[in-house]
């Protein structure tokens, strides 16, 4: 037994407790930050956390050695059953592999002896099998010589049946030998199936023979046939149907053919029923013919549809016919078109009827239940259509889904069939439908002249909200009749669509004679700009001519909305291919430019009568003017204009282009005024304040226009942004004008700091002034500009825009040009970018000296003024000397 470690003796290398609290020599002092030392530390730490507490320091050393040496056990303990454990396993491994091998060798054995007993079996069943394969093979024969029995008989007696005639019991033994005779399909090198089938061949052919020669007795012109007559082709019929599809078709074809014999006897292209009028007695014909046939019709099965295929085929033949007959009297078709008509709506109505009589959609009730009571129906079809039924009513019972497709499925196979006569005949008349088309164009053309010839050109009497005149809700109500015929008996095709575009035509027409009862300016026309010292624009709109041209705004609105109101019905009318192709947009176009035409006419005559105002306020006496006093009189006379023109206008149009009315009239007569201030003679300074006081009562007015027109909403943010704009230019204009002489120059780059100096220039001429002080005014202006003075008036320019930077530049360009005595050849060339620098320096500076104080704005004048020439005496384009100050 290994004995715990011996206590180690005290060395004077251990540090005592009471000194540092450290365990460990001096020299080999372990790192108090490792994880583990840090962790032990805290821990004697927390034992001992004071000197007080070394006092148990023995008892606790004594137990910790205790616990070592119970660890140790421990450890020794696990040590040695550890290995005993392994020999152990060793011994268990051997003896599982021992007897994994034993189980192998079992397995094997095993294999062996189930291979042996497999071969055994094998060997036992073989003569089994042997057995099992001659039972088969002989009850397959034996099936086959009973079937072979069967169809020898069957044949026999399919054959005694073709000679005695018995058409039902040989449509019976067809059915059985035709099933029978299916079963030896592959066995046709065998001689005698070869011969059976031979012989069937030749009674199938005989007996579709026989069918024919009697439906052959049946007579086209008799309306009744023979009762026995009727059971025997009844019975012949049941025989085709057993023949297969092409007896069958081959049966309906001769029927059609002997019917439609008949048919091209009384009508054909030639004679008296050759004729577009005669069109509705070919349908009137084919109904009293199936009237008449219906018993024989009868005999036929419903699946047939031998009655349907008549009618197809009368539809055949008569739309050949018409075609041939309409190609003949082409030209003749325009002046009757009446009788066109009347054939068409004819011929529709015959095609609407025959799709409603042969639907579809009852074939598969006729053929289950309808022949449930047929005695003569063999007994495997009576079988089969019960074992229908029965399979489809569990269908139904159990997926409520499959039922929902199987209507589906009949729904479309209806449309299908009622779609076959839509155009079967009616197609032969669409090449020939232009001359219909033609003479709806004609007549709407001849009421639209009509009716715009007899206008009173006063809104109707029941619609005075809308003020629409009568022509338009006529031409309208012709254009719907016209349609809803069109579409009721004639065509919903390529016809209605060729009727829209002559609609449109008629439109666009009655559009051009609105805009042409319009009253016209001085130059012939509608539109025009309102431009001073220009008369071609004027238009002389008398008091009765306002509710007109309110009345023609009105109905073209009327017309542009029921345009689109057409195209949307036209569209839903017409065949889904072509309802896509319709568009009014140029009508729409159209009748839009009605509207702006008339708004504009309105905007010129009320301009027009603005425009003597104008002329009166040229006239007044501005220079000698001495005092400010009331409005002057072309401000009453303004008044009175709008006071007759806006009540007027207001009234009779929709509140939308009223406003639109306010907003042209004063964005035109705006920049006119500012202008004509130009145009007065001189104007003083008690002239400009009188003129300012008027501008100012001008632009209330204009802010009044909208209450002037009994507009109960105020004058909108785009009226009064135009109207302040631009009459606050005027105000600044007069406000410049009646500057003194000393403060001119000041003033216009202060208020006007977007002019040139054509306007300044301007501004002088108007301004009554001596020349000494035009003089000073130019000379202190030039020294504004950096320019010397004495260099006499500035260059005169057409009036430009306020705001056209562009223009102000290359004005102020020319100026510096026309002040340079002559160019220097060493001069550097000149580029626009230095000259618009030079043009903000120069707005700037005349900014800053309104803005601040008289010494500041005096100071960074001259400090610009200064950077400014020393740059044009760099370009060298200017002769502009630094010395210039402008005065402060």
């Known amino acids: 037994m290994v004995q715990p470690a011996a206590e180690p003796a005290a060395s004077p290398s251990h540090v005592s407790a009471g000194n540092s609290g450290v365990i460990g020599p001096a020299d080999t002092q372990p790192d108090i930050f490792d994880d583990d030392n840090f962790e032990a530390t805290a821990y ?9 507490s070394l006092t148990g320091l023995d008892s606790t050393i004594g137990s910790l050695k205790q616990k070592i040496r119970r660890v140790d056990t421990e450890i020794l303990t696990a040590v040695r059953q550890q290995s005993s454990s392994g020999s152990r396993a060793r ?19 095993i294999r062996r002896k189930a291979e042996a007993s497999e071969v055994m079996v094998q060997e036992i069943c073989r003569d089994i099998r042997k057995l099992d394969y001659a ?27 073709v000679e005695r005639g018995e058409y039902a019991e040989a449509a019976r033994l067809l059915e059985a030998v035709q099933q029978l005779a299916a079963h030896f399909a592959a066995f046709g090198a065998v001689p005698k199936v070869a011969e059976l089938g031979g012989r069937v061949a030749a009674l199938q052919t005989s007996l579709q023979l026989a069918a024919m020669r009697e439906f052959e007795l049946l007579g086209v012109g008799e309306d009744r046939a023979n009762p026995l007559l009727l059971d025997r082709l009844r019975a012949c019929c049941m025989v085709v149907d057993v023949l297969g599809p092409k007896a069958r078709e081959e049966l309906i074809e001769s029927v059609c053919r002997k019917e439609m014999s008949v048919y091209g006897q009384i009508f054909s292209t030639s004679g008296e029923t050759a004729a577009v009028d005669r069109t509705e007695r070919r349908y009137g014909w084919l109904r009293r013919r199936l009237r008449a046939r219906e018993d024989i019709l009868c005999i036929f099965p419903e699946p047939w549809r031998v009655a349907q295929r008549i009618c197809m085929a009368f539809a055949v033949q008569t739309r050949a016919q018409l075609a041939e007959i309409l190609a003949a009297r082409a030209g003749e078709l325009g002046g009757n078109v009446e009788a066109l008509l009347v054939a068409v709506k004819a011929t529709n109505d015959f095609e609407a009827e025959m799709a409603e009589r ?15 009571g047929d005695d003569a129906s063999p007994a495997s079809r009576v079988r089969q259509r019960y074992e229908r039924l029965f399979k489809a009513r569990e269908r139904e019972h159990d997926s ?5 497709a199987a209507a589906a499925e009949a729904l479309a196979a209806d449309t299908a069939a009622r779609s076959a006569f839509q155009g079967a005949i009616s197609s032969a008349f669409v090449p020939h439908l232009g001359v219909y088309v033609a003479a709806e164009e004609r007549g709407l053309m001849e009421l639209a002249g009509s009716l715009v010839a007899g206008e009173t050109w006063r809104p109707m009497e029941d619609a005075t909200q809308t003020h629409v005149l009568h022509s338009a809700s006529q031409l309208f109500g012709a254009i719907k009749k016209s349609l809803q015929r069109c579409a009721r008996f004639v065509s919903r095709g390529e016809a209605m669509l060729r009727l829209m575009a002559a609609f449109q035509r008629v439109l666009r027409f009655y559009a051009g004679r609105l805009v042409a009862r319009l009253p016209k300016t001085a130059a012939g026309g509608t539109t025009g700009s309102a431009a001073a010292g220009a008369t071609d624009w004027h238009v002389r709109l008398a008091d009765d001519d306002v509710p007109v041209v309110c009345a023609l705004i009105a109905t073209a609105e009327y017309c542009h909305e029921m345009v689109g109101a057409l195209a949307r019905s036209a569209a839903k009318m017409l065949d889904p291919p072509l309802g896509a192709q319709v568009g009014v947009a140029e009508e729409e176009d159209a009748f839009a430019g009605v509207v702006t035409a008339c708004l504009s006419v309105l905007v010129l005559g009320a301009e027009t009568r603005l425009d003597a105002v104008l002329t009166q306020m040229t006239r007044l006496p501005w220079a000698s003017l001495e005092s400010v006093g009331d409005q002057s009189d072309f401000v009453t006379a303004a008044a009175r204009v709008v006071a007759e023109v806006a009540p007027a206008v207001g009234s009779a149009l929709s509140p939308l282009h009223f406003r639109y009315f306010c907003d042209k009239l004063a964005a035109s007569f705006c ?16 002239g400009s304040q009188q003129l300012l006081l008027d501008t100012q009562a001008i632009k209330a007015l204009l802010l009044d226009l909208p209450s002037a027109g009994r507009l109960e909403e105020a004058a909108g943010a785009r009226l009064a942004a135009a109207v302040g704009r631009e009459m606050g230019r005027a105000e600044a204009l007069l406000k410049v004008v009646g500057s003194r002489p000393e403060n001119l120059a000041d003033n216009f780059f202060t208020l006007l700091p977007t002019a040139t100096p054509a306007d300044f220039q301007r501004i002088v001429d108007l301004k009554v002034m001596r020349r000494q002080e035009q003089q000073a005014v130019l000379d202190a202006f030039n020294r504004r500009l950096g320019r010397p003075g004495g260099t006499g008036a500035l260059p005169r320019a057409p009036p430009v825009g306020v705001g056209s930077t562009a223009a102000a530049s290359a004005a102020l360009a020319a100026a510096g040009a026309a002040a340079q005595p002559g160019p220097s050849p060493a001069a550097p060339p000149r580029g626009p970018g230095a000259t618009q620098e030079l043009m903000a320096r120069f707005r700037f500076g005349g900014n800053m000296g309104a803005r601040s104080s008289a010494a500041a704005a005096g100071e960074k004048v001259r400090e610009t003024m200064a950077g400014s020439l020393a740059q044009l005496k760099n370009l060298g384009n200017l002769g502009f000397s630094r010395g210039a100050r402008e005065p402060t």
């Open 671 to 686: 920049p006119r005024f500012y202008e004509t201030i130009f145009r007065c003679r001189k104007v003083g300074e008690a």
């Open 91 to 109: 011994q268990d491994l051997g003896a599982a592999k021992a007897a994994i091998e034993e189980l192998f060798g079992k397995i094997g054995e």
């Open 135 to 161: 039972k088969t093979h002989l009850t397959h024969t034996i099936t086959a010589l009973r079937r072979l029995a069967m169809l020898v008989n069957a044949v026999d007696q399919l054959q005694r049946a």
């Open 44 to 52: 004697i730490n927390e034992l001992f956390p004071t000197e007080a």
């Open 358 to 372: 042969f639907g579809g959609g009852k074939d598969a009730a006729a053929e289950e239940e309808g022949s449930e």
């Open 400 to 404: 409520p889904r499959a039922a929902a």
